[in-house]
């Protein structure tokens, strides 16, 4: 989405993107936050604010490259999951800690050398490699911005890549580093192994009274009860409040009419496109299509790839040229249009899809439409019982009174931890905001009248604290099967890891290393394929695969198995140096180096300037724009 701004990612200034998690470490751990945003802000650099509409802009576009990679969407919550929001507000930070510094500088762009860049960028060309006005326009309405945000964009762009290039220009990746590097890689090691049995090679024996209170003793925490607290919860939700609002067949017919085009689904087409230089070459493709020849291969001619001549299943108002757009919805389906000479480029259209328009009666949405204008009722209605509910806050009166009399929900929560379990591990508030809510009762205490919680429907929780039953050892009797449980675990692993250390001496003392499996309950010796350090054969877990490379050939050495439960015997028997690297592996390793070094001069050169110029993030508007507002962890 943003490769036509950044021109991929061999500009310094993507490079930045590369190092954004390392930087949005060094972000978050900053603090306190200001106290002088304006509303909107969600962090500042410096006197720079960064507006809540600049971050969300940035979120979608970020949202929709990755949901094109992954050949899927993504909604915002996965992507939440996966901290592209964190990550996207770091980028922002950065971005506006090096324009301040590029102020600073009195760096600046003649707008001609704006213009020079837009016109040399690949992403801008059409198939006569020229300037393509069209190929702007649909990165502008991709990226939801008018030519001028775009420009400006550009400009702020242009100069950091200047600043930022200066900076790493300078890195150079020595012949030896290269060497080392591929020495290091590309290394393969052959060993064999076999796993001890445990079940068969040792014998625990049954832990006596005082063997068990030692290992109460010594393992205190993990037999300690969670705090837990009984709260009380009332609910003012919007989705409740709706049930009780009052809505008539006229006044549902009435919004139907106001607002019907909205309950339609206008005909979409699945369309593709091939654009050419002149009316000419469109024709001489229309006849090798009547020949016979395919849409794609046709296309290919072009110097086009698929993902550029698919425009995607599509309404026709989302096409930009009305002209191509009313030829390409009066084809039929696996139809080529005639050249259509558009605004911008004279085109070939191919309808693939067709899927019609679906419009709905009154009688098929009136109980969305119901719903809708309920809760539109309800929401108007919120605030005065919202101040209502404070009022009787004010006076004294318990949430429950408050509750009966207003008639709102009211739960009771007998006991709940701060993972909103019961002793006996259930949900103890079954509501879809139970861990905002049980996070408000965990944040209070008795007596203490804490904020509302904003729930996802718009409405508010009031949270009141009880009683609090502190956390509290177990007694050694309550827990006796699970300390035994315990006893006989630990000892076990340390039979197991007794045995492994004898058949790791014995064979490194000359022991056939075959004969050592009976000892070890194994069935056989195995052999790994030649592996590398960044490999994982087979039966090889990642700690004995690291081991292994700090093994002479023919020395042996253990590691715990994949599961914990046991631990694997392995031989070092054949050590092949990497050979030395081709002249693309050379550069293909001083690429990596620089890119890696590169991420970390940036790193530290943002970092740099967030501390000196100061930098903060506003927690509330940063919720308020992501839309977690009302979520919890």
């Given at each position: 989405?943003?490769?036509?701004?950044?021109?991929?990612?061999?500009?310094?200034?993507?490079?930045?993107?590369?190092?954004?998690?390392?930087?949005?470490?060094?972000?978050?751990?900053?603090?306190?936050?200001?106290?002088?945003?304006?509303?909107?802000?969600?962090?500042?650099?410096?006197?720079?604010?960064?507006?809540?509409?600049?971050f969300q802009r940035t979120f979608q576009n970020e949202l929709k490259a990755i949901s094109r990679q992954a050949g899927r969407p993504l909604s915002a919550?996965?992507?939440?999951?996966?901290?592209?929001?964190?990550?996207?507000?770091?980028?922002?930070?950065?971005?506006?800690?090096?324009?301040?510094?590029?102020?600073?500088?009195?760096?600046?762009?003649?707008?001609?050398?704006?213009?020079?860049?837009?016109?040399?960028?690949?992403?801008?060309?059409?198939?006569?490699?020229?300037?393509?006005?069209?190929?702007?326009?649909?990165?502008?309405?991709?990226?939801?911005?008018?030519?001028?945000?775009?420009?400006?964009?550009?400009?702020?762009?242009?100069?950091?890549?200047?600043?930022?290039?200066?900076?790493?220009?300078?890195?150079?990746?020595?012949?030896?580093?290269?060497?080392?590097?591929?020495?290091?890689?590309?290394?393969?090691?052959?060993?064999?192994?076999?796993?001890?049995?445990?079940?068969?090679?040792?014998?625990?024996?049954?832990?006596?009274?005082?063997?068990?209170?030692?290992?109460?003793?010594?393992?205190?925490?993990?037999?300690?009860?969670?705090?837990?607290?009984?709260?009380?919860?009332?609910?003012?939700?919007?989705?409740?409040?709706?049930?009780?609002?009052?809505?008539?067949?006229?006044?549902?017919?009435?919004?139907?009419?106001?607002?019907?085009?909205?309950?339609?689904?206008?005909?979409?087409?699945?369309?593709?496109?091939?654009?050419?230089?002149?009316?000419?070459?469109?024709?001489?493709?229309?006849?090798?299509?009547?020949?016979?020849?395919?849409?794609?291969?046709?296309?290919?001619?072009?110097?086009?790839?698929?993902?550029?001549?698919?425009?995607?299943?599509?309404?026709?108002?989302?096409?930009?040229?009305?002209?191509?757009?009313?030829?390409?919805?009066?084809?039929?389906?696996?139809?080529?249009?005639?050249?259509?000479?558009?605004?911008?480029?004279?085109?070939?259209?191919?309808?693939?899809?067709?899927?019609?328009?679906?419009?709905?009666?009154?009688a098929d949405v009136k109980d969305q439409v119901r719903d809708k204008l309920a809760k539109t009722k309800a929401q108007g209605q919120l605030q005065p019982?919202?101040?209502?509910?404070?009022?009787?806050?004010?006076?004294?009166?318990?949430?429950?009174?408050?509750?009966?009399?207003?008639?709102?929900?009211?739960?009771?929560?007998?006991?709940?931890?701060?993972?909103?379990?019961?002793?006996?591990?259930?949900?103890?508030?079954?509501?879809?905001?139970?861990?905002?809510?049980?996070?408000?009762?965990?944040?209070?205490?008795?007596?203490?009248?804490?904020?509302?919680?904003?729930?996802?429907?718009?409405?508010?929780?009031?949270?009141?604290?009880?009683?609090?039953?502190?956390?509290?050892?177990?007694?050694?009797?309550?827990?006796?099967?699970?300390?035994?449980?315990?006893?006989?675990?630990?000892?076990?692993?340390?039979?197991?890891?007794?045995?492994?250390?004898?058949?790791?001496?014995?064979?490194?003392?000359?022991?056939?290393?075959?004969?050592?499996?009976?000892?070890?309950?194994?069935?056989?010796?195995?052999?790994?394929?030649?592996?590398?350090?960044?490999?994982?054969?087979?039966?090889?877990?990642?700690?004995?695969?690291?081991?292994?490379?700090?093994?002479?050939?023919?020395?042996?050495?253990?590691?715990?198995?994949?599961?914990?439960?046991?631990?694997?015997?392995?031989?070092?028997?054949?050590?092949?140096?990497?050979?030395?690297?081709?002249?693309?592996?050379?550069?293909?390793?001083?690429?990596?180096?620089?890119?890696?070094?590169?991420?970390?001069?940036?790193?530290?050169?943002?970092?740099?300037?967030?501390?000196?110029?100061?930098?903060?993030?506003?927690?509330?508007?940063?919720?308020?724009?992501?839309?977690?507002?009302?979520?919890?962890?």
């Amino acid at each position: 989405m943003l490769d036509a701004l950044r021109r991929g990612s061999t500009g310094l200034v993507a490079k930045i993107l590369f190092s954004v998690l390392v930087v949005s470490f060094a972000i978050w751990g900053i603090g306190p936050v200001f106290t002088g945003y304006g509303r909107g802000s969600v962090a500042k650099v410096g006197s720079q604010e960064i507006r809540a509409e600049d971050f969300q802009r940035t979120f979608q576009n970020e949202l929709k490259a990755i949901s094109r990679q992954a050949g899927r969407p993504l909604s915002a919550e996965q992507a939440r999951a996966i901290g592209l929001d964190q990550r996207v507000l770091a980028q922002l930070m950065a971005w506006a800690a090096i324009e301040a510094h590029a102020t600073q500088l009195q760096l600046a762009l003649s707008d001609q050398a704006i213009i020079d860049s837009l016109k040399n960028d690949p992403s801008f060309k059409g198939p006569d490699d020229k300037f393509s006005r069209l190929a702007f326009d649909s990165i502008l309405n991709q990226m939801g911005l008018s030519e001028r945000g775009f420009l400006t964009l550009r400009r702020r762009d242009e100069l950091r890549e200047q600043l930022t290039t200066a900076l790493v220009n300078g890195i150079a990746i020595p012949d030896s580093m290269i060497d080392l590097v591929n020495s290091w890689r590309d290394e393969k090691r052959v060993a064999d192994y076999f796993v001890i049995d445990a079940d068969k090679a040792v014998t625990v024996a049954e832990p006596d009274d005082a063997k068990l209170r030692e290992t109460y003793e010594s393992n205190k925490g993990e037999f300690v009860s969670p705090e837990y607290r009984k709260l009380g919860v009332l609910v003012l939700s919007t989705d409740d409040l709706k049930t009780k609002m009052d809505v008539s067949d006229a006044e549902i017919a009435a919004d139907y009419e106001e607002t019907q085009e909205s309950y339609n689904t206008p005909e979409r087409r699945r369309l593709q496109q091939i654009a050419f230089k002149d009316k000419a070459a469109a024709e001489a493709a229309k006849s090798a299509l009547a020949a016979g020849k395919s849409f794609g291969d046709v296309a290919k001619d072009t110097g086009a790839k698929d993902a550029d001549i698919d425009l995607g299943l599509i309404s026709k108002d989302r096409l930009i040229d009305p002209k191509i757009a009313d030829a390409a919805f009066k084809l039929e389906r696996d139809a080529v249009s005639d050249p259509i000479e558009g605004r911008f480029a004279t085109v070939l259209v191919r309808v693939s899809a067709i899927e019609p328009a679906v419009n709905r009666s009154l009688a098929d949405v009136k109980d969305q439409v119901r719903d809708k204008l309920a809760k539109t009722k309800a929401q108007g209605q919120l605030q005065p019982l919202i101040d209502q509910v404070e009022d009787n806050r004010s006076g004294g009166k318990p949430l429950k009174e408050i509750a009966d009399q207003m008639k709102l929900q009211y739960l009771e929560v007998p006991t709940t931890d701060k993972a909103n379990k019961t002793p006996e591990g259930s949900p103890a508030v079954a509501l879809p905001d139970a861990f905002a809510i049980v996070k408000s009762g965990f944040e209070s205490q008795v007596g203490l009248e804490s904020e509302p919680v904003e729930i996802r429907d718009g409405g508010f929780a009031w949270v009141d604290v009880l009683s609090v039953t502190e956390n509290k050892q177990k007694p050694y009797d309550e827990v006796k099967e699970q300390v035994k449980s315990l006893a006989i675990d630990k000892e076990r692993e340390r039979l197991v890891a007794e045995l492994a250390a004898k058949l790791v001496e014995k064979a490194n003392a000359g022991a056939g290393f075959g004969s050592l499996t009976a000892e070890a309950g194994a069935a056989k010796v195995e052999t790994t394929p030649p592996f590398t350090r960044s490999t994982q054969p087979q039966g090889m877990p990642k700690d004995a695969v690291a081991r292994a490379f700090t093994l002479e050939k023919g020395k042996a050495a253990s590691a715990v198995t994949g599961n914990g439960k046991s631990r694997v015997v392995f031989k070092v028997t054949e050590i092949t140096p990497a050979p030395p690297p081709t002249k693309e592996q050379r550069d293909q390793i001083a690429k990596t180096l620089k890119n890696e070094l590169t991420d970390e001069a940036l790193n530290e050169y943002v970092v740099g300037l967030q501390d000196r110029l100061g930098a903060s993030i506003n927690p509330v508007e940063f919720k308020r724009a992501t839309g977690t507002e009302t979520e919890t962890q």
